[in-house]
């Protein structure tokens, strides 16, 4: 309201017609109404590309070094795992456990040993579901919701610049009846 206001303030004083094509070139992505209008629906847009990654593999990496009255032993693990939707996991990775008592009984030849695998929850194959495809269709659906209450919000603020355009055009339509009024009456009293 207060960006309307100063707008067509600023357009009364620079010329004395209102023009609504001046107003309107004010009215960019770059102005700060707008961006905060259009900041929900930019947020849920990345929340839902973040959910829709076809490829966002995750890396875990553990070591460990423990130190007993007898002897030492030390352990490390390098896993990445990748996510598929509708519950299924794979991973492939390298662990190694050394020393007089192995990690968590974790028995390891000398090179370690390699892991490849796939984790899958059946409920969620069975059914279509998953964490993941949840979360792909919940950001979905809040870009969807967020996309309507940007436009809603643009909707408000242009009405409210419209308003406020047409307060003050007819308080200088007004003016300029009151000079006219006023002109007649002093041209009377000569």
């Given at each position: 309201m207060r960006f309307a206001l100063l707008l067509i303030t600023s357009a009364l004083y620079a010329q004395n017609l209102l023009d609504l094509n001046a107003?309107?070139?004010h009215l960019t992505p770059e102005n700060p109404y707008i961006q905060s209008a259009l900041l929900p629906q930019n947020i849920?847009?990345?929340?839902?590309?973040?959910?829709?990654?076809?490829?966002?593999?995750?890396v875990?990496?553990?070591?460990?070094?423990?130190?007993?009255?007898?002897?030492?032993?030390?352990?490390?693990?390098?896993?990445?795992t990748q996510s598929?939707?509708?519950g299924v996991e794979l991973f492939a990775g390298h662990r190694k456990a050394e020393g007089v008592a192995e990690y968590h009984n974790i028995k390891t030849g000398d090179e370690g040993e390699w892991r490849i695998g796939a984790k899958v929850d059946?409920?969620?194959?069975?059914?279509?579901?998953?964490?993941?495809?949840?979360?792909?269709e919940?950001?979905?659906?809040?870009?969807?919701?967020?996309?309507?209450?940007?436009?809603?919000?643009?909707?408000?603020l242009g009405l409210s610049i419209m308003r406020s355009y047409f307060e003050a055009q007819y308080s200088?339509?007004?003016l300029n009846i009151e000079r006219e009024m006023l002109e007649r009456v002093k041209s009377r009293q000569q």
């Open positions: 107003i309107g070139t849920a847009q990345s929340h839902y590309l973040e959910a829709d990654a076809p490829f966002d593999p995750r875990g990496a553990q070591y460990e070094r423990k130190r007993y009255p007898l002897g030492d032993a030390d352990f490390y693990d390098l896993t990445l598929l939707p509708y059946l409920f969620s194959l069975l059914h279509t579901t998953g964490n993941a495809y949840i979360t792909r919940t950001s979905a659906l809040s870009w969807q919701q967020s996309k309507l209450g940007a436009l809603d919000e643009l909707r408000t200088a339509e007004a």
